[in-house]
Structures are given as C-alpha cells and as structure tokens.
C-alpha cells in the first residue's frame, strides 16, 4: 500500500549555475547528505554543459529534515522536430534515486512533478523498477532501440565471467570477496587477453574500407564541422561544442577513483572513461564524423560508437576500423553501437547473430510533440552519461 509523505519532506531545485556550490555543500556538511547526488567530476562535467542555460535545473534533490534521501538528475539537450525547423530543449534523466527505506511513500512521484514543471522530459536506459514507476505515471514509451555488440577476443569471455561471478556475490551479500575477486580478475586479464591481436587483425582484415579514405582522431572538432552535423543530424541534436565538451570531458574524467566515495548506489565505480572523435576524410576532405566513448559497462570494457555522421553507409567499415584502433589503444573487449551497425557485426562474426541488448526510452512531451520514432542513443543515457 502507498505510504505518506515523510514530514519534514521538501523539494530542492539545483540550478546549472548552483552546481558547484552543492558541491561544496556537501563537502562542508557531509552528514546532509547520506545519499550523495552527485560527485565532483560529475558535477564538474554538467556544469560545463554547452547546451545548459544557468537557469536550467541540473538536479532536483529530496531532503527529509534536511538530509538529502533521494534525487533526480536532469541533463539538457536539443532534440530536432521532425521537419528540420527548429529544435526543442529536452530534459534527460541522467540519474533517478530514492534513498530504500523510504521507497513507496511517493517521493519519486515528487521528483517527476518537480520535474515536469521544466518542460519535455526523457528518460533512457532505465532499471526495471524506473520502468514500473514511468509507465504508471503514464509516460510515453518509446520503440525500444537496439544496442548491437561486436565482441572482439578473449578478454569478453573473461569480462562476462568477471561481471557474473562479482554479481552472484553480491547478491549473497559478500562485498568486500567481490572487490577482492574483482581485482584479481583484473591483474590477471591480460592473460585472457593476449590473443586480442589476432582478433583485430583479423576483423580489421574483413571490414569493407574503401581506399583513398581513412579516419583521423581529433582532440577537438574544427567549428567547418557545423554545416557537416547540420546535414548529417539525426534527432539528437549534436553541435561542435556538444562533441568538445565531450571531448574535454573526457580528458576530466579520467579521474582516479572516486572524489566523494561511499554513498553511489548505481555503478559509478570511478573507471577510467574517455571520449574520442575521428574525422572521416575522402581524398583529404573530410566527409563524415564519429564519436566514441571508451568505458566499461556491465563489467566489460568497451567501445560505443556513440555517434557516427556519415554521408552513406558505405562509411561504417570505417568507423569501426577506427574503433578497433580504439580498442587496441584503450583495452576492449566489445564493440558497440546502433542497430545500423548489425549487418555489418554479424558479417565480421562470420554471420552468426550479432548480439543485441533493447534499451528502452521514455519522454513525457506535450501531445504536439515531434515524435521520437528515429531515436538514438544519446550522449545523456544514464549509462553513458558522464560519471
Ligand atoms: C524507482 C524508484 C525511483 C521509485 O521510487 P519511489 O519513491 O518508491 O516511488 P513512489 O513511491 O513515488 O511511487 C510512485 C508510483 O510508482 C509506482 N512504483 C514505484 N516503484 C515501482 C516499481 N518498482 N514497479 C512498478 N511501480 C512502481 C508506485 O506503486 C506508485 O504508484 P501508485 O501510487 O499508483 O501505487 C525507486 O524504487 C528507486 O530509487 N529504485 C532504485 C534506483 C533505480 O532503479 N533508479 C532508476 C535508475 S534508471
């Protein structure tokens, strides 16, 4: 049955510009926040976000008698309207937490008015219990979209193991075996993995690149870029500064460990995570852009192809050479990107089944709202977000 509102409940808005500010406040009042919202890169990384007005809400906090016991993190970014005109600020969450005792009292329902009082929302990647929770309150569910994998060597069997073995021991409550395990599975991977080599050269062997192309890694995305992601842009809307921030982000958020630890209840574990971005040249000119975020999900390290602005398909040989470039340079040991890039995954794989994960969206929008059927993976999905 649904509980009461705990008194002494109240609804705290974090503005773009307060970030920092409620970071320091936790830093001088640890004991108000015995569930933390946010940690310093992070914190860091969203205030830098190119596509976020000062006024923009950057967290909606619960406190209960001033304690903060659940929160909800909002990312801004632009999604197009379906006739190329224009575009609207939507706002992704890129986080959704109420503290376990308090569960089932209608604090999360306080989050999303809150929440809804600042204009379209979307939600992505969420856990099951997010799920319950959105269809009940009636938001619109999206067609789910593919995430395709590529593994690409030993160190995948090696990873799953890894990710199986810590989670059953979690749930049988052994922790602190699990970081032992963890570690020493960690230490030893580079056994698992010296047969990486082969793989890729094997892979990169198959992949269909046509010759007078090829794919330069950039630091940052020349501005001449803008007319080529007008052109090439899907519904997400990715400008030159949304990819540097990225690309800056990732220089920052190679972080050690974690600045605030103990509190996170997801799987901010403070691996090392980067962004890159290649340009796509023909003849020196550059045709086409991706983007990729190199990080570790599920237990496995990986590089998403996060983005890709191609003028035809006959581009994504490319794109993922350059992703095995990654992958070789950062540790890998899967590949991921679009369903767009299934054909060709299952093609590397000698044709059999490319595996795929659904990831399901959610947006609460006014019914004139474009539509969200051409969807894709955005840089502002908990997942990849910036932690
Ligand atoms: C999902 C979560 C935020 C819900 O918070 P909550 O404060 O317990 O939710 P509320 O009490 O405000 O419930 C609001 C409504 O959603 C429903 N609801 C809540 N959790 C649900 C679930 N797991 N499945 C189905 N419905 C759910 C409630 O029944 C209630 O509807 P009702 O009043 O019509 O019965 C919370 O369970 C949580 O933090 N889970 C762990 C973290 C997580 O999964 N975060 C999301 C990451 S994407």
């Known amino acids: 049955m649904r509980g009461e509102l705990p008194a002494g409940t109240k609804l705290d808005v974090v503005r773009h510009r307060e970030l920092m500010a409620l970071l320091d406040d936790i830093r001088a009042h640890p004991a108000h926040y015995p569930v933390l919202p946010i940690d310093a890169p992070r914190a860091a990384l969203h205030a830098a976000n190119p596509d976020a007005d000062p006024d923009d809400p950057s967290l909606l906090l619960v406190r209960v008698d001033g304690q903060c016991r659940a929160y909800l993190g909002l990312t801004p970014q632009f999604i197009a309207h379906g006739n190329g005109n224009g575009k609207d600020k939507v706002f992704a969450f890129s986080t959704l937490l109420v503290d376990a005792p308090l569960r089932g009292a209608g604090i999360a329902d306080r989050l999303l008015e809150g929440a809804r009082a600042f204009g379209p929302l979307l939600t992505i990647g969420n856990s099951n219990a997010a ?18 994998y590529l593994p690409i060597g030993a160190g995948h069997g090696w990873s799953r193991l890894r990710g199986g073995l810590l989670r059953r021991l979690n749930r049988r409550g052994l922790p602190r075996l699990s970081v032992f395990a963890g570690d020493l599975f960690d230490r030893l991977r580079p056994l698992a993995i010296l047969s990486r080599p082969r793989h890729l050269r094997r892979l990169r062997e198959h992949l269909p690149v046509e010759a007078e192309r090829n794919a330069q890694a950039c630091d940052r995305v020349p501005d001449a870029c803008e007319s080529l992601l007008d052109r090439l842009a899907g519904r997400v809307v990715w ?4 990819i540097n921030w990225l690309l800056d982000c990732g220089a920052a958020g190679r972080v050690e460990g974690q600045a605030l630890p103990g509190q996170y209840h997801f799987r901010f574990d403070g691996t090392p995570r980067s962004y890159h971005a290649c340009l796509l040249r023909e003849a020196g000119v550059v045709r086409g852009l991706a983007v990729y975020l ?5 237990g496995q390290w990986t590089v998403s192809i996060l983005k890709a602005f191609l003028p035809d398909e006959s581009w994504r040989g490319l794109v993922v050479a350059h992703a ?8 890998g040991d899967v590949i991921r990107g679009g369903d767009d890039f299934e054909a060709l995954f299952t093609a590397l794989r000698d044709g059999r089944p490319a595996p795929v994960r659904l990831r399901q969206a959610y947006a609460d929008a006014p019914a004139e709202w474009p539509g969200f059927d051409d969807y894709q993976e955005s840089f502002a999905d908990g997942d990849i977000a910036l932690y």
């Open 294 to 298: 190199c990080h570790r999900i599920h």
């Open 131 to 148: 799920q319950g929770f959105f269809r009940k309150r009636g938001l619109l569910r999206l067609p789910p979209y593919r995430v395709v």
């Open 239 to 242: 400008r030159v500064a949304t």
């Open 324 to 331: 095995l470039d990654l992958a070789a340079g950062h540790g």
